[in-house]
């Protein structure tokens, strides 16, 4: 069966920390995605990347980084961590057609910065 | 600029019922639309998708959708909802050749045995 583990299912931090949220998927997918879910907003797109060491922008990119050192591995970073990035994350991959839609998610990760 | 807006935040119904989950959206150029789910306590699951042809759409479960181009519209049905289906579904949204996707707030499912 296809999957996409994401390290942890919660985790708190606390303000000002530097949180790694780490992802691996099993399919060889060419895209992998971040996204963060808040009751009301849907999911909203951090980060994604098409190929290793490509990135691109998402609509909420502000306060997070991504590394992509491997095809099977994509990595949030919260370079300082603020109350407001409490939140559940989501890491998704997809194939490279010509749809580039998520395909397949992990389970999540919520994280609380208190 | 580009929307996707889901219509109820929140449906509640008794097993059996028909079941439609509203679905529009506002974006430039052909588009592939997308329903997905999320069953409590598990991962968001694709649930059916259109690129392109037959406006209707089946995918898992006997759900279906249909794609109303001068509607801007891309609706979920299910004929008898069962308890099983309480979920909460998003509808996305995406270019022909973009990069990423358009989700929706989402519409939370409960289906009352």
């Known amino acids: 069966d296809v999957k996409v583990t994401q390290s942890s299912r919660y985790l708190v931090k606390r303000t000002g920390e530097k949180v790694f949220l780490e992802c691996v998927q099993d399919m060889d997918h060419e895209n992998m995605f971040w996204y963060r879910q808040d009751p009301g907003l849907g999911l909203r797109l951090i980060y994604f990347?098409?190929?290793?060491?490509?990135?691109e922008k998402g609509d909420i990119p502000e306060g997070y980084s991504v590394s992509r050192e491997k095809k099977e591995r994509f990595s949030l970073i919260l370079e300082s961590a603020s109350t407001n990035q409490t939140s559940m994350y989501l890491c998704?991959?997809?194939?490279?057609?010509?749809?580039?839609?998520?395909?397949?998610f992990g389970d999540g990760t919520r994280l609380s910065i208190l | 600029a580009q929307s996707v807006s889901q219509h109820n935040h929140h449906v509640i119904l008794s097993e059996a019922a028909s079941l439609e989950l509203g679905c529009n959206y506002s974006?430039?150029?052909?588009?592939?639309l997308f329903w997905y789910v999320q069953y409590p306590g598990q991962h968001l699951q694709l649930l059916l998708k259109y690129f392109s042809g037959d406006p209707l759409v089946k995918g898992i479960k006997g759900f279906e959708a249909e794609f109303i181009k001068s509607k801007f519209s891309f609706n979920l049905r299910k004929p008898s909802v069962q308890w099983s289906d309480t979920a909460e579904y998003f509808c996305?949204?995406?270019?022909?050749?973009?990069?990423?996707?358009?989700f929706g707030k989402g519409t939370r499912l409960h289906i009352l045995p």
């Open positions: 996305a949204v995406g270019g022909e050749t973009d990069d990423k996707i358009i």
């Open positions: 998704a991959s997809g194939q490279a057609d010509y749809s580039n839609q998520p395909q397949h």
């Open positions: 990347s098409y190929d290793v060491k490509m990135k």
């Open positions: 974006y430039g150029g052909t588009v592939n």
